[in-house]
Each structure stands twice: as structure tokens, then as C-alpha cells.
């Protein structure tokens, strides 16, 4: 099954936190958040968990720069999105991929805010199926602005392309503080994901890392 190409974008501090123990993830300077909103608006499809609808409340729209906001995805298996959330408002489209054990009435909440509702897997979203039917939706280029449980398991999957990472000069430390990719986590270095680099530069006081997927370890 075909599926769009996917860039993973992120910042985080040195030490690896997508955002602190009280749950601020306010990490890139004025540059770098000019740059996503650019990367956005260059991109058929922008998509988020529902942990971070829930945690950031975000648009997801092309604010900073000229360009057409793109298609918002939220991967809801739960259908646990609020109808107010921002995700669903403006006149950007929006689809929630949910499961099939999501509650039948926050799906119909959904859809009378004007989303669209695709259920995708039992018991959770099946990425894989999400990334084909948004194909279908002729989304060739996806931006993955995922919190640390969506991007482990879009990378496990080997459904992420391309990774752009900004680094902040901050160390913000705190063991429940969420880092760039959380999940199970893989039980060797060998067994994890490869990478090329494949351009790095400053993005004002940050560094902007932009690496190619080469894959899982065997």
C-alpha cells in the first residue's frame, strides 16, 4: 500500500525533553517556529496525537508565513479529542483517525464540528492503514509533529522518512519529563534506528539537524 512520504519534526532541548515536568514545551526561538510554519505550509497534511490536542491545544495552521494551512490529522483511537479543541476549528479540514472501540457519541461530536472521523484498527489506530487511506486522499508529503508515544510507533512501524530535529541550548532534566521518542524502546542499540545526517545549521540559537530514516537495526 502506497502512503505519503513522512517528515518527523521536533525540538527539543540537549538533554532530549520534547517538553519539562509541568509540561512546558515552548522549546523553539522566533526562527524555528518560522521555519515549521514554512515546513507547513510546503506539506499536504500535518499530524499530532491526541495527547498532544489534549496537552498543547494547537491549530496546526500556517500562521507565521504565507501559505495554505494543510490538512490536520489527529490519531485519536479513543476519539478522546474535545469538539471545542482548536484542531477542529478555522477553515482548514480535519480528519480524527479513531479505533473501533471508540464511544459512537464522541465520534458523532466529531463529525458535527465539520471532521471527518476514519476508523482505522480494533482496539488502537493502525498507522500503516491511516498513512494509506490519507494517500487516497492524495497526501504525498506528511509532517509528523508527534509528542514521544506517536513518534515511537510511527518509527517502529518504519513509517517516518525523514527526521528534522531542532536542539535548544537548554538542559531541563526530570525523569517524567517527555523525551523526543518514549514507547517500549528497543532492547539494543544495534536493534535501533538508523540515521543519516543529512544537513545541520543554526536556526538562530538553536541547531537544526535534518537527518534521512535508514532504518531498523537487525
Not at 190 to 197: A, F, H, I, P, Y
Request: charged share 25%; net charge positive.
Amino acid at each position: 500500500m502506497s502512503r505519503p512520504y513522512v517528515i518527523l519534526n521536533a525540538a527539543m532541548t540537549l538533554d532530549g525533553k520534547i517538553a519539562t515536568v509541568a509540561g512546558d514545551s515552548r522549546i523553539s526561538c522566533k526562527e524555528d517556529l518560522d521555519r515549521l510554519h514554512m515546513l507547513r505550509a510546503d506539506v499536504d497534511a500535518v499530524m499530532v496525537g491526541a495527547g498532544t490536542v489534549l496537552a498543547d491545544d494547537p491549530s496546526l495552521t500556517v500562521r507565521r508565513v504565507s501559505g495554505k494551512s494543510p490538512l490536520r490529522v489527529v490519531v485519536d483511537g479513543g476519539a478522546k479529542t474535545p469538539p471545542n479543541a482548536k484542531v477542529l476549528k478555522g477553515k482548514g479540514r480535519t480528519i480524527v483517525a479513531v479505533s473501533e472501540i471508540a464511544n459512537s457519541k464522541k465520534i458523532e461530536k466529531l463529525r458535527a464540528t465539520g471532521a471527518e472521523v476514519l476508523k482505522c484498527g480494533k482496539n488502537e489506530v493502525d498507522l500503516r492503514k491511516l498513512l494509506g487511506k490519507l494517500a487516497v486522499r492524495s497526501v504525498k508529503k506528511l509532517l509528523l509533529e508527534g509528542g514521544s508515544t506517536l513518534n515511537w510507533n510511527m518509527l517502529k512501524s518504519g513509517l517516518v522518512d525523514e527526521i528534522r530535529l531542532t536542539v535548544a541550548p537548554r538542559v531541563v532534566g526530570g525523569v517524567t519529563a517527555k523525551s523526543l521518542v518514549g514507547g517500549n524502546g528497543f532492547p539494543n542499540i544495534e536493534n535501533g534506528v538508523g540515521l543519516e545526517l543529512l544537513q545541520a545549521k543554526r536556526a538562530g540559537k538553536d541547531l537544526l539537524l535534518r537527518y534521512r530514516v535508514e532504518g531498523k537495526g537487525c
